[in-house]
Each structure stands twice: as structure tokens, then as C-alpha cells.
């Protein structure tokens, strides 16, 4: 396969073919990430993306393939006929797959009508995985979204009505210490709005050389120690109202939590109360750099 600079995945596609359809981010403004900072963003060829799929093909058959994530950033920009025939010259080359996926914020989802998403999900990219990070109106502005909780709804609804599984991704301990409730009320209100497939936590470490960690290093962002990050995740589950499955499966985590709400809700929230009763020494300093948010 053929790659240009550092791919990013989510681990839930720890075992898909990855294709770059796209390199870099359209947006690229977040105050928080640093994952395609210096990197122009750039659209393929088609005629280079499906070279990649045939390329796979001779390297693992056509039957060793049975998921595709369509990297990079924000592939979601691509025009509904590009997809569509990403789509199906995926399909076409492994009758194995189950599905195809990729990022879209928010941003992005918003610009395509309903009919243009069943268009997509009927050419077999079946899920997409969104950075939400925020339902919170101030901590979306703060951090350079590029969109409302509003936007947010509207967009969502579009790919679940269109029959597309859902990822959506929220940011634990964004807003700090100083908006943690807002920031929780506020991702749990657009998400009970539109309720995706599933709900991703991550917990936000500063990545150097990000707005967002110079707003820390500065003193006017205050990280929660792991008992408050928890406390905001407790919240958040109390909240949602789904149906969704809540995943807490990334090693920026304080736990990992994880079930399907409602029905799932009080052996979850025994979990992080039972948390909640250990030292803080138990836990991972609160500014430990770990990895890149997005994997």
C-alpha cells in the first residue's frame, strides 16, 4: 500500500485495510489536535484510491479484505460521487466486506442532504466515525469546531436516517475543570437529539505545540484530576439517554467503561463509583502525554 505521512486510525479499525482517500484535514483548526499540523490537505485522484484497492486486492485477495477505512481526516468533504464510487469499486473488488468507514466531523456530515447519505450508505460505506468532542456551545466556539450543537443534530440525524452506524467521539475534561458540567450537559443533549450508534470517550491530554495546551501551560485551563474526569463521565452516563452503546476504549482513560443505555446504566454508573473510591495514586497523573488523541 501506498502512504504519505502519518496515518491516523481509530482502534476500533485496528484490523481494517486503510486507504488514504484523502491526506490531511480540510479543517485543521482545532485548538486541541495536532495530528495534521504543516500538512496541506489534499483530495486523490480517484483513479490513484482505487490503484490502492487493486493493489490490496493482489496483496491479500479478494476475499482477505473485510473492512476499509477511508483515510484521511475528514473524508466526509469528498463530493457524494466520489464516495459512491469509492464505494463501489471497493465493493466490487472484495464480496467479502462487511463494511467501509470514515472520519467525518460534524462540519462536513452537515453539507449533504439525507438522499446524498442513502446514496452513500447504499454504495457501502456504512460507518463514520465523528469527533463531536462537545455538545456545549462555548466549549465548541473555544475550541475552532466549525460547528454548532445545532449543526451537530441536524447532521447526525441525516447519516443515522440514511441507515450509516455512527461513532461519535467526545472529548472527556475539554472544558476543564471550569465548564466540566456545561461541557457533559451539553454532549449529552445533542446526542440524546440524535442518538448515534455509538458514543466514544476520550480524555483530553495537551499535545504540544496546540492552542489548547498553551491555554493549560498558561493557567486558564484547569485539567481535572482522575476522580473529576470521572465525575464528569458519571454525569454524562446519568445523561444520555440513547438508545447508543457507550464505549470508553482508549488508553487516555481514566476506565473503561462500557455498555449499552439505557439498559446498561446502573451497573456503569456502580463502576465508576466504585472508581471513585480509589486514591488518586492509583490513577495516571492528569498531564501524562500519552498518545494522539485522535488514534
Sequence with gaps: MRYQGTVYRPPSEAGSLIVQAT????????????????????????????????????AYGAHGVRTIFLADGNTAVLPTATLVAIGRAARARFPDL??????????FLVKKRL?????????????????????????????????????????????????????????????????WRAHALGSAAVLNQAPPTFVRLRTFVPQPGTPWHDRWR????????????????RLLVERLEGPTTLCSDHVSNFLDVRGRLPADRPAMLAAIDAALGRPLTAFRPPTERLVGLGL
Aim: proline share 4%.
Design 115 to 179: 438522499d446524498e447519505w442513502r446514496a452513500i450508505a447504499a454504495a457501502g460505506i456504512t460507518r463514520i466515525h465523528s469527533g463531536l468532542e462537545s455538545g456545549d456551545a462555548a466549549t465548541l466556539a473555544a475550541i475552532g469546531k466549525g460547528v454548532t450543537p445545532e449543526g451537530a443534530v441536524l447532521a447526525y440525524r441525516h447519516v443515522v436516517r440514511a441507515g450509516i452506524e455512527l461513532s461519535v467521539y467526545l472529548m472527556v475534561g475539554l472544558a476543564g475543570v471550569e465548564g
Design 218 to 233: 498558561a493557567g486558564a485551563l484547569t485539567l481535572p484530576s482522575a476522580h473529576e474526569a470521572l465525575r464528569e463521565t
Design 23 to 58: 491526506l490531511g484535514c480540510p479543517h485543521n483548526r482545532c485548538a486541541f489536535c495536532g495530528m495534521y499540523k504543516g500538512r496541506p490537505f489534499r483530495v486523490r485522484p480517484l483513479a490513484e484510491v482505487v490503484e490502492d484497492l487493486d493493489l490490496a486486492r493482489e
Design 98 to 107: 462487511e463494511r467501509i468507514t470514515m472520519y467525518g466531523s460534524a462540519k
